[in-house]
């Protein structure tokens, strides 16, 4: 294969230790780095050249010890021998969106989580822009979903009761000539179908409060936000209410393919054999894709750190803020810079940064990422305060070397469908993914699109008191009191939303399911006040000892040690 | 016998005490705004006495546990003996503050009341 | 319903404010957001408190018993697991909504009472990263498990911060059979009182490590360690630190005001307090009738002060006063509350609540009105943890200034 030869070339004029070769037509890259940035590298050159499906990076780093995955702690036989027509792995945006697509047809569908709650890596750990995708490469599948996605988002929010608002993203020059380029942004628009126009400096000033940036920039009104966890749910719950099982705490150890085709998957919980199986495992898409036996891909994880500002800042800024980027080739090239998003629930977020990391898992945050992130994008409304952060979170993006997404069916594998490498704008592009993934698997499966016919479109929410009217609410209260008992009161949840949350078509146990359902927890003083009532309330309401209720599944007790004396 | 510095815990004036004994066994203080101070320097030179608070268990739901105290002070040291035997209680009554609900504890001379009202 | 003064917040400072408004003849209606009136008291089962009001030591829950008691005998209406949602101005009173199980409801009221208490800085707000496991609470998160709930958190601790409420849980976690590895505090002196890092952590060897902070939570569902670092003078961490195995992170690293309400009533806090800004009746310096009090105005170290700030509030209440408000001056301290005096209040007797920026061995106070020192007060020990507390009988018409200076 030409490509290989090209690329041990320029690995070998970089001083990698690095060898490629040729394996299910992708580049394979063994050796051993004494860096990430080294592995990294290695990598990227191999992305450059054109020519394979993609770059499988085996290179080892020096003295690292293999990777181990956070596992459910659970082991049984509850699922031996399921049979569902479609196994979904995964959990998140994607998963949930392909699962609730699959519904809409005449076939079974289960979908497997490997943690305690569906959407809790990067669907939840993401700042929920519903990007516009002014930014994207033209002709890459990242842009190609995005519109696409983007524009499902209306009707989404409508059948799924989950809020989203379209605030408009305007990105800032950094410099007076930049506004030279905007008929090119302008027409790779019209190309992409993104609506943009310009914005005078003084025109800023409708926008943020305080600019920090005076050269003025560029609109996508298109651009909207959405709670990309709660999205993640109510796909889910809607999924779950059109029939398909939801497993959470059950991850894929190991699958039997016979003749490029997948037999069964093995679980912690005993092995299913679905007739047609989709990828959709973020960070760990590329060891599935290798368990189904069609790997020409690697996950990169690339961390992000996005911090939470008061309610109390949210009037500092109208819209989403960004930076104009011109994009090179570079990691930072490939992410958006971040900005300012004024989120759904009125919150300001900063963020998020970008930084390649070895660890798949690393959700831990750091002093200098956080640093980081407000000293670059407080720049953009300089009234933000320190002080107004009341919390920070860390997530980890799917990225590939393309940095492409890969939405296919299986050129090696008949039975199997990836949804992999789904990194920023996947929030944006998962409705639009489903659509494509479910065709595919359903006519895998059947052999042609037959339709489910009492497929309900519809889910309804939990009622968010503190939105409601006087009389919405009295009527609310008189039908059920706990609505008019408020627990959390940063952000005034009753008793009754927790329950309510207790109550849905989902396993919701621990107090961050709740807290991520109806935001019981997320306000500012991130729980004090109102964890012990809503353990209380968990342990009351599910029939399970106080001291056995979760932060966030087995193992996370928040409390494990009861006083209990004797007569 | 060398000075000691004390930080007297009777009131919030937390007065900071020289506190010495002297070869007739009485302890000299110095640094008290009241006579509380010579009394605790004393005690704490001779045989340290504190007030014991903590929970009991109860075989109320509403109320796990509930707030109780000796109601007079004990010698320090046996402190964690008390804790660890009120930490083995289980109250099947409701109570108010100022219930007694175990008589001299341990032996020690001080009963121990229920501090908080579950009526 | 129509009342004279509506009492928000039913811990001690609202208790006591409806009690001494009520006995001057109001109709008085507190609303607490909790099931039991008694506020913070009803965790704090240690004793301590009362002794300078009632002259002996009590637990908190019997200190809020006593008051609980007077505005049942009172009469006082109250609403309990009833929280206000919204409060405006109108026809020179204020409507107060709220909501409960028993429905919706609004209120009309002349005067109103701010006493909503104060809530925990985060581990957040101090910079803490690392991952999120369970088994990282607020010091009060904690007191309310294992004092109220009967339930321990975990069985190895580490507390942050000196704050009187981490020297206390460090002692009632040590009772509950507990291990406290140690208390961690970044400042070079501690947050809490003497006489509790004396009774909490001494009596059971508890080690204190000053200019120590932690930095970082390991773990992944519950808490496996913290990396404990010495820091500078700007507090910032130095060197690698220790990694300290626990199952248990308490974090006591301050308390803020809680002041949602009067923000909602346009109200501007005092960068210093976090409170708003009062006069000597606690009345807001920029709203008639509205009062803040008890740690809704500024954080207190003794319950006993918060009660009498409340009931020179709940008895003003019964008054009319046409105010003529002069700033006080804070000079040397980190604040003064009352933050105004109405000196056209022919009261000459006014009580200061301050805290001094640093250690100081001897200090005084001085006082200054109209440009002339009027009244000099002397003081041993002046700590920042100890709330200065100082009555002054004076007359002024155009200046006010508090000094405090430290003495050789």
Redesign the interface.
Known sequence: MAFVEKINKKLKKKGLNVTASEYNGAVRLTGEADSWEEVLEAGRIAAHVRGSRGVVNDCRLKGRSPETV?MPKNEDKSLEGIAPDVLVIGGGIVGAAITRELTRYAVTVAVVEKEYDVGTAQSARNDGMIHAGIDLKPDCKKVKYNVRGNKMYDALSKELDVPIERPGQLVLYTAGWQKLIFPLIKLRGLRNGIPVYPVSPRGVKEYVREPGLGFGGFMCPSAGIVSPYLMTIALMENAAHNGAKVYVDTAVTGMEVKEHKIVSVATNRGTIYPKAVVNAAGVFSDRIAEMAGDRHFTIHPRRGVEAVLDQ?AYPKAKCVLGKFVISGSSGSGHTKGGGVIVSIDHNLLLGPSAKECAEREN?????EE?DEVFEKQSRLAPELKR?D?????AGTRAATYEEDFVVEKSAVTTNFIQAAGIQSPGVTAAPAIAEDVARWAVQEVLGELRKNPSFDPVRKGIPV??EMS?ET??RL??EN??F???VC?CE?I?KGEIIAALHTPLKVDSVDAVKRRVRAGMG??????C??TV??IISEELGIP??QV???????????????GSV | MSEVK???????N?C?LVAEKCGDGSVKVAGNLCPKGVKFATDELVRPL??F???A?TAFPDF??I???TDREVP?EE??RI??YV?SLCLTKRCS?GDVIVKDVLGLGADLVV???MN | MNYGLIVIGGGPAGLKAACSAAEKGLKVLIIE?EAQLGGIL?QC????FG??RFGE??????YA?RD?TEVKRLGIECLT?T?V?GICDKDGGFVV?T??????RSDFTEKIALATGC??R????V?I??????GV??A??CQ????????????RAVILGSGDIGLIMAR?L????AEVIGVYEAKATPSG???N???CLD?FGIPLHLKTTV??VYG???VEAVRVSAVDDSMN?VGEGEIVECDLLVVSVGLIPENELA?KLGLQTDPATKGIAVDQYMMSAGKEGVYAVGNALHVH??V?YVSEGAATAGADAANTRKRSLVKVGAEGLMYVVPQYVDVSDANEKKTFYMRAPRDMAVASVKLYADGELVAERKLK?VKPP?MLRIQFKFRASDSITLRLEEEE
């Open positions: 956070r109390k959700e831990a945050t750091t002093r956080l002080s952060i009341i919390t920070y979170f008191v503190r006087g609410r009295a209260i008189a009191p706990d008019g008992e408020i009161r005034q009753s500012r003083c991130q729980g004090g006040f964890q012990p353990v209380r106080p001291e979760t932060k966030k599944g087995a193992g996370s007790e928040v409390a494990p040690y009861p006083k209990r | 004390l930080t007297c815990i009777v009131c919030p937390g900071e504190r007030t608070t903590g929970t268990a796990p546990v707030a109780v105290k320090k402190i964690l804790a660890e930490n503050p501090t908080a009202d | 957001r009803k089962v240690h004793d301590g002794v300078i030591k009590l637990t908190g829950p019997e018993y609980i697991g929280f949602t909504e909501t409960s199980a028993q429905g919706i809530r925990e985060t581990p957040r707000q910079n990263h690392g991952t999120r496991p369970a609470l607020a009060g998160a309310n498990f294992v004092n109220l709930k009967g339930l321990l958190p975990g069985k009632r040590t009772l509950e059979g009182l003497q006489r890092i004396r009774q009596d930095t970082d992944d569902k519950r961490p923000e170290d003794l006993d020990n100890e």
